[in-house]
């Protein structure tokens, strides 16, 4: 696969990394619900996100609600399944957003990442960390680096004897990194997350 051997160029991510599977990247539909998950996932564990999500779809007849039905959910309702009042707002600040721009999977499938990031980063509750996850697990896109995801930055800054004190000195040294692996920055940070988890699980079981 071409993605492998770009990114195995890079000998130190290579010996890392090399006995880790890559994920094969999905394209989603209904982009606005991946984005409404997304929120909901916020700074949740894996299994209480799920949780979450399930009561939230759980709200609608429809197993794929449109952005007009969820506006119609009163905020208490989506406060009541477990969302933060902020979470409640974000959803429905997207949904809104979605409805007054009329969009929909065609229009933003065909936009440019960097188009994406710069219009839903618009939306009140939707930042750019949010949207780079958003098309790294939902839109498939293959060259998404994202750089202010701690994970990504911990793996970094371990496997490159990296010191990240001085963040701006950090960054830099990140990007220059990172430009290596271009156009597959995607399948690099899936296996920056990979590593960083097998080696926190690591530590955790043997103590080292």
Known sequence: MEH????????????????????????GKRVYLELCASVISQQLSTVVATVIHKRFLNLFPDPYPTPEAILQIPTDTLRSIGLSANKASYIHN??????????????????????????????????????EM???????????FAADDLGIQKAIASLYKLDDADKKVFKRQMAEISEKWKPYRTYACLLL??????????????GK
Not at 98 to 116: C, I, P, Q
């Open 4 to 27: 492998i051997s770009v990114l195995h160029k890079d000998k130190v991510l290579k010996k890392a990394t090399a006995h880790l599977s890559i994920p094969t990247l999905k394209q």
């Open 94 to 131: 997207i949904c809104a957003f979605f409805v007054a721009h009329e969009l929909n999977d065609r229009k933003l499938y065909k936009m440019s990442d960097e188009d994406l990031i710069d219009l839903l980063s618009q939306i009140k509750g939707v930042g750019q960390w949010t949207v």
């Open 134 to 144: 958003l098309l790294i697990f939902a839109m498939g896109r293959p060259d998404v």
């Open 193 to 206: 997350w990979a590593w960083y988890n097998e080696s926190k699980f690591r530590q955790k079981s043997f």
